[in-house]
């Protein structure tokens, strides 16, 4: 199982832990922020672009490049995994869905925060918009 979370805090510690129990465990991350909890020693962690709040720009950039780098490492490898995908960075759900179409790569989505609130404040979508 494969894990993918920019910024990776308890509550993604917590449902990695659980799976660890039981399934070998890869996080693809910018972060792992512990607070009282400790990641399963067991679990590869593969640090990539780190998460920057500091512009609407940076924000955009970092989860492009992510979203870039976790693309590019799974492309290479073989397909005998599962995505266990959070929506940080936004754009990762859109990354498992497209490896689950050309590869029949499995995958798992937990939302944790809705976007076009975001989308809205950088002025890339209408608040009376479609989406």
Not at 56 to 82: H, M, N, P
């Amino acid at each position: 199982m494969i894990f993918v979370n920019q910024v990776c805090g308890y509550l993604t510690v917590d449902v990695i832990n659980v799976f660890a129990r039981n399934y070998l465990c890869e996080l693809y991350t910018g972060q792992v922020d512990l607070m009282e909890k400790e990641l399963n020693a067991s679990v590869k962690v593969t640090l990539l672009k780190k998460y920057e709040r500091n512009s609407s720009f940076k924000r955009i950039y970092t989860w492009c490049f992510f979203s870039v780098q976790f693309f590019s490492r799974l492309i290479f490898r073989k397909k005998d995994f599962e995505l266990f995908v959070f929506t940080n960075p936004p754009f990762a759900p859109f990354v498992a869905w497209l490896f689950n179409k050309t590869a029949g790569v499995p995958y798992h989505l937990l939302i944790y925060d809705i976007y076009p609130d975001a989308l809205v404040n950088f002025k890339v979508i209408k608040k009376r918009g479609i989406i």
